[in-house]
């Protein structure tokens, strides 16, 4: 059992695109255990944070580091869902099968660990179904069981819900806490306010791409210290 | 013009075993050349939509600028290069149905490869954080993309065969219209009508357009029963 | 017996030749013939005189079948052919609209009938494709003494097409026309028009065959090559050129040897 590949460590991370300072010097870091929430307004730097730690993006100044020398061992221990989930045109297993084909996985294996992942999201019934023509629940369903086959030890979330109706994004929830309680790290980016709580340990709040306040759920949302927070939390539910 | 149309129809189906061969070496001739042209421009265009390297827009721009290569232009290069007195004569290709694929080829390799690349630049926009995410980078990738993005590349192969089936001029040059052995459908359209016989001209054409109409009616079905099967 | 022989020579040659004389079919009738006898396939490749000859520079043909013999033998001068053979001749008419506005119809001398197109101004139209027709057109305007590059008017339409699309534009126009008469005889598109002067003797049309010269050109099939050329002129190969008729009407009388 090899060590882990957290704590994730940011480290005056700054990134530009076009001249314009997105993430302008944020400093992190990611310890494993309470499932993390990245919450923000629309614009504030949620999503381009999100990608600088799963390593889509390489930051204009600062470092990302794992606990983990081998880029490639990093890459397979963590996954990550986006907000439009994006299927290839083959079955819902096909999905699966393809994300575990590129972990490297066993061919006599991947067909039964896909069946398990979809199982575990309550879309078994539908392997054989082309993907692209379920419905944008269950989609977004079959990008989590795609990411939980890999047994990734962080899976980050990009605002998984923010695409779908309320009873969807229940199921989605329902999946999230149950990856959370089988041990899986969890961070996800989210600006729902009831979501945050409803998911999350600990908050880290973005604001116009600093991190302008970390602390544990719900002593963020009864005593948020920052003037940045309290406004936002005010903003969205005016009745606290 | 409708009696010449007629005409034309009724003494094209009494040319038989001639009208069989021709359209023959047309079907052969052109497919053959969009088989090379996707074999060889595929993987250009896929290398063009997902990987940036200096130069990319400049390959582009050509790319996109040769899809206007007049055919006879093509031919008469081509022509030059097979010929005895070029550097590729040892071949001994020109005249030959062989010098008549490689010219049509060159024409349409570039309308393949330019709109296959605009396709794949699409797909690749919607799928590059997603593949990347999962690990799939270079070549995996743009296998992955040439695969899922297989519909729309349908149709830019489609155009490589309507433009190679509709040429003329580089199939002359290169061929020669040999009686029996390089005469295709346009190169006998062609001679007809220097001739003057207008309605077997007509006749001819109306074949021609008939058979590019059912490779494009097969090519739609198939394309529709796969997208319900894949989505 | 024949047949046995025919094997045992097989393949095939490449004769670069001109688009009249495709046109008129004689090829289709005649190659068939030569094949038979000898097995050896005949591929032609029917283009403009220059363009034959051209082929013919390049090594891309084994034999070349034209009909504009000071271009021939400017041919054999540069090395290119190895000898030059009469095969047979064809002759032009003048071809001109039922109206006959120059009023030439029934006439025997075409240069006097030339004359008389330029001063009535009547539409001509010219091949203008330096092909074997219209050099033998330019040469009778200069034999009638006309300066022709000087001295056309808008009458005188120069097309740059070959003689098919050529007649096509003249029944079009009902212009006056110097065709071969093979072409003509196949022509389909015939408006208002109909031979108004024939049988003048600088109407013929003469045609050389000439093989390609391996020595300058090592690709070139000889043997094969020159079997064509020496059937051609053989009495074999004449008695077949005679033979070929269209509507009953002899179009090439053979002349090798003469």
Same mark, same amino acid.
């Given at each position: 059992?090899?060590?882990?590949?957290?704590?994730?460590?940011?480290?005056?991370?700054?990134?530009?695109?076009?001249?314009?300072?997105?993430?302008?010097?944020?400093?992190?870091a990611?310890?494993?255990?309470?499932?993390?929430?990245?919450?923000?307004?629309?614009?504030?730097?949620?999503?381009?944070?999100?990608?600088?730690?799963?390593?889509?993006?390489?930051?204009?100044?600062?470092?990302?580091?794992?606990?983990?020398?081998?880029?490639?061992?990093?890459?397979?221990?963590?996954?990550?869902?986006?907000?439009?989930?994006?299927?290839?045109?083959?079955?819902?297993?096909?999905?699966?099968?393809?994300?575990?084909?590129?972990?490297?996985?066993?061919?006599?294996?991947?067909?039964?660990?896909?069946?398990?992942?979809?199982?575990?999201?309550?879309?078994?019934?539908?392997?054989?179904r082309?993907?692209?023509?379920?419905?944008?629940?269950?989609?977004?369903?079959?990008?989590?069981?795609?990411?939980?086959?890999?047994h990734?030890?962080?899976?980050?979330?990009?605002?998984?819900?923010?695409?779908?109706?309320?009873?969807?994004?229940?199921?989605?929830?329902?999946?999230?806490?149950?990856?959370d309680?089988?041990?899986?790290?969890?961070?996800?980016?989210?600006?729902?306010?009831?979501?945050a709580?409803?998911?999350?340990?600990?908050?880290?709040?973005?604001?116009?791409?600093?991190?302008?306040?970390?602390?544990?759920?719900?002593?963020?949302?009864?005593?948020?210290?920052?003037?940045?927070?309290?406004?936002?939390?005010?903003?969205?539910?005016?009745?606290? | 013009?409708?009696?010449?149309?007629?005409?034309?129809?009724?003494?094209?189906?009494?040319?038989?075993?001639e009208?069989?061969?021709?359209?023959?070496?047309?079907?052969?001739?052109?497919?053959?050349?969009?088989?090379?042209?996707?074999?060889?421009?595929?993987?250009?265009?896929?290398?063009?939509?997902?990987?940036?390297?200096?130069g990319?827009?400049?390959?582009?721009?050509?790319?996109n600028?040769?899809?206007?290569?007049?055919?006879?232009?093509?031919?008469?290069?081509?022509?030059?290069?097979?010929?005895?007195?070029?550097?590729?004569?040892?071949?001994?290709?020109?005249?030959?149905?062989?010098?008549?694929?490689?010219a049509?080829?060159?024409?349409?390799?570039?309308?393949?490869?330019?709109?296959?690349?605009?396709?794949?630049?699409?797909?690749?926009?919607?799928?590059?954080?997603?593949?990347?995410?999962?690990?799939?980078?270079?070549?995996?990738?743009?296998?992955t993309?040439?695969?899922?993005?297989?519909?729309?590349?349908?149709?830019?192969?489609?155009?490589?065969?309507?433009?190679?089936?509709?040429?003329?001029?580089?199939?002359?040059?290169?061929?020669?219209?040999?009686?029996?052995?390089?005469?295709?459908m346009?190169?006998?359209?062609?001679?007809?009508?220097?001739?003057?016989?207008?309605?077997?001209?007509?006749?001819?054409?109306?074949?021609?357009?008939?058979?590019?109409?059912?490779?494009?009616?097969?090519?739609?079905?198939?394309?529709?029963?796969?997208?319900?099967?894949?989505? | 017996?024949?047949?046995?022989?025919?094997? @045992?020579? %097989?393949? +095939?040659?490449?004769?670069?030749s001109?688009?009249? *004389?495709?046109?008129?079919? $004689?090829?289709r009738?005649? !190659?068939?013939?030569?094949?038979?006898?000898?097995?050896?396939?005949?591929?032609?490749?029917?283009?403009?005189?220059?363009?034959?000859?051209?082929?013919?520079?390049?090594?891309?043909?084994?034999?070349?079948?034209?009909?504009?013999?000071?271009?021939?033998?400017?041919?054999?001068?540069?090395?290119?052919?190895?000898?030059?053979?009469d095969?047979?001749?064809?002759d032009?008419?003048?071809?001109?609209?039922?109206?006959?506005?120059?009023?030439?119809?029934?006439?025997?001398?075409?240069?006097?009938?030339?004359?008389?197109?330029?001063? @009535?101004? %009547?539409? +001509?139209?010219?091949?203008?494709?330096?092909?074997? *027709?219209?050099?033998?057109? $330019?040469?009778?305007?200069? !034999?009638?003494?006309?300066?022709?590059?000087?001295?056309?008017?808008?009458?005188?339409?120069?097309?740059?097409?070959?003689m098919?699309?050529?007649?096509?534009?003249?029944?079009?126009?009902?212009?006056?026309?110097?065709?071969?008469?093979?072409?003509?005889?196949?022509?389909?598109?015939?408006?208002?028009?109909s031979?108004?002067?024939e049988?003048?003797?600088?109407?013929?049309?003469?045609?050389?065959?000439?093989?390609?010269?391996?020595?300058?050109?090592?690709?070139?099939?000889?043997?094969?090559?020159?079997?064509?050329?020496?059937?051609?002129?053989?009495?074999?190969?004449?008695?077949?050129?005679?033979?070929?008729?269209?509507?009953?009407?002899?179009?090439?009388?053979p002349?090798?040897?003469?």
């Amino acid at each position: 059992m090899s060590a882990s590949i957290l704590p994730l460590t940011l480290d005056n991370v700054a990134y530009a695109s076009n001249g314009q300072p997105i993430i302008p010097g944020i400093s992190l870091a990611i310890e494993a255990g309470p499932s993390t929430i990245i919450l923000g307004a629309n614009g504030a730097g949620k999503s381009v944070l999100m990608r600088l730690m799963h390593g889509l993006l390489a930051p204009s100044a600062g470092s990302v580091r794992w606990n983990e020398a081998d880029p490639s061992s990093v890459r397979r221990r963590q996954a990550m869902v986006f907000q439009r989930p994006v299927m290839l045109r083959r079955s819902a297993m096909a999905n699966v099968v393809y994300a575990l084909e590129l972990a490297g996985v066993p061919a006599a294996e991947r067909e039964a660990q896909a069946l398990t992942a979809l199982q575990e999201v309550g879309l078994r019934h539908l392997a054989h179904r082309p993907a692209r023509v379920l419905s944008g629940g269950e989609q977004q369903r079959l990008a989590l069981a795609r990411a939980w086959a890999l047994h990734p030890e962080v899976l980050f979330l990009d605002e998984p819900t923010a695409s779908l109706d309320p009873g969807a994004t229940r199921e989605i929830e329902t999946v999230i806490k149950a990856f959370d309680a089988a041990g899986t790290k969890i961070v996800m980016a989210t600006h729902n306010l009831g979501q945050a709580r409803r998911l999350g340990d600990e908050v880290l709040f973005i604001h116009q791409g600093r991190l302008a306040e970390r602390s544990p759920v719900d002593q963020f949302f009864a005593r948020p210290a920052s003037p940045e927070a309290a406004a936002f939390i005010k903003g969205e539910l005016p009745w606290v | 013009m409708l009696s010449a149309i007629a005409e034309g129809l009724q003494r094209v189906f009494a040319l038989d075993r001639e009208l069989w061969r021709i359209v023959a070496l047309s079907l052969e001739v052109s497919l053959s050349a969009v088989l090379l042209a996707t074999v060889l421009g595929l993987p250009l265009a896929a290398a063009l939509a997902v990987k940036q390297f200096p130069g990319r827009r400049g390959v582009i721009v050509i790319l996109n600028a040769l899809m206007g290569l007049p055919p006879v232009v093509v031919g008469l290069l081509v022509y030059l290069l097979l010929s005895r007195a070029g550097p590729l004569g040892s071949l001994g290709l020109l005249f030959t149905p062989g010098a008549m694929i490689v010219a049509q080829t060159l024409l349409i390799l570039p309308i393949i490869a330019s709109l296959a690349r605009q396709a794949l630049e699409d797909a690749w926009r919607e799928y590059e954080e997603q593949l990347r995410s999962l690990g799939a980078e270079g070549l995996q990738a743009a296998l992955t993309l040439l695969w899922d993005a297989r519909f729309s590349l349908v149709t830019a192969v489609l155009a490589g065969l309507g433009r190679a089936s509709a040429e003329v001029g580089a199939v002359m040059i290169v061929g020669g219209n040999i009686d029996g052995v390089t005469r295709v459908m346009t190169t006998a359209i062609a001679l007809e009508t220097s001739k003057g016989d207008l309605p077997l001209a007509l006749g001819l054409g109306f074949v021609l357009i008939a058979i590019v109409l059912a490779l494009n009616t097969a090519a739609q079905l198939i394309k529709e029963a796969a997208q319900r099967r894949f989505g | 017996m024949g047949l046995a022989l025919a094997a @045992a020579l %097989a393949g +095939f040659i490449t004769v670069a030749s001109t688009t009249s *004389t495709e046109q008129s079919g $004689l090829f289709r009738h005649l !190659l068939p013939i030569f094949t038979a006898k000898t097995g050896i396939e005949v591929r032609v490749v029917a283009v403009g005189t220059g363009q034959a000859l051209d082929i013919g520079r390049r090594g891309d043909a084994d034999v070349v079948f034209v009909h504009a013999k000071p271009l021939e033998e400017k041919f054999i001068a540069e090395g290119h052919g190895v000898k030059r053979y009469d095969v047979m001749y064809n002759d032009f008419v003048l071809i001109g609209p039922k109206s006959d506005p120059a009023r030439v119809a029934g006439g025997k001398d075409v240069l006097a009938a030339f004359r008389k197109v330029k001063e @009535a101004g %009547a539409p +001509f139209v010219s091949r203008g494709d330096k092909s074997g *027709t219209h050099f033998a057109e $330019l040469e009778i305007w200069r !034999l009638a003494g006309i300066d022709i590059a000087r001295d056309k008017g808008p009458w005188y339409r120069d097309t740059g097409q070959g003689m098919g699309p050529a007649l096509n534009t003249a029944a079009a126009m009902n212009a006056y026309i110097l065709a071969d008469r093979g072409t003509w005889l196949s022509f389909r598109n015939r408006g208002e028009l109909s031979i108004a002067v024939e049988g003048d003797r600088r109407l013929y049309n003469q045609y050389g065959v000439m093989l390609v010269n391996p020595q300058l050109h090592p690709t070139v099939k000889r043997d094969r090559g020159q079997a064509f050329v020496d059937w051609l002129i053989s009495s074999d190969g004449q008695a077949a050129i005679a033979a070929y008729k269209i509507n009953g009407e002899q179009l090439f009388f053979p002349n090798a040897g003469h």
